[in-house]
Nanobody
Framework: QVHVVESGGGLVQAGGSLRLSCATS????????AAWHRQAPGKEREWVAG???????NYAASVKDRFTISRDNAKNTVYLQMNSLKPEDTAVYYC?????????WGQGTQVTVSS
């Protein structure tokens, strides 16, 4: 079973940056694909960004050109670099990874952007 842990969240002013990390442990094999999602208070969880096994990336329109998803295969870690943050980016951010056909989720990390 793959254990997923997100970190790097916090409080930042609008216009600032944060880098989220998604580390895997346990019986870990190479991450096939991964994605970041977020859930704001009172809203449904939404997909933010994804990276494929071939390192192709895709982004939600709301974060395109501001967020960058990347991966370090040696560390089995996925990152989300978030720049030019806006108050509407405030949410709990979750990472999901697919390894050996199993999709595993972390518990989330809180990102709060103040205006």
């Amino acid at each position: 079973q793959v254990h997923v842990v997100e970190s790097g969240g916090g409080l930042v002013q609008a216009g600032g940056s944060l880098r989220l990390s998604c580390a895997t442990s346990g019986r870990t094999f190479r991450i096939n694909s991964a994605a970041w999602h977020r859930q704001a208070p009172g809203k449904e969880r939404e997909w933010v960004a994804g990276i494929t096994s071939g390192d192709s990336t895709n982004y939600a329109a709301s974060v395109k050109d501001r967020f960058t998803i990347s991966r370090d295969n040696a560390k089995n870690t996925v990152y989300l670099q978030m720049n030019s943050l806006k108050p509407e980016d405030t949410a709990v951010y979750y990472c999901s990874v697919v390894s050996l056909g199993v999709n595993s989720w972390g518990q989330g990390t809180q990102v709060t952007v103040s205006s």
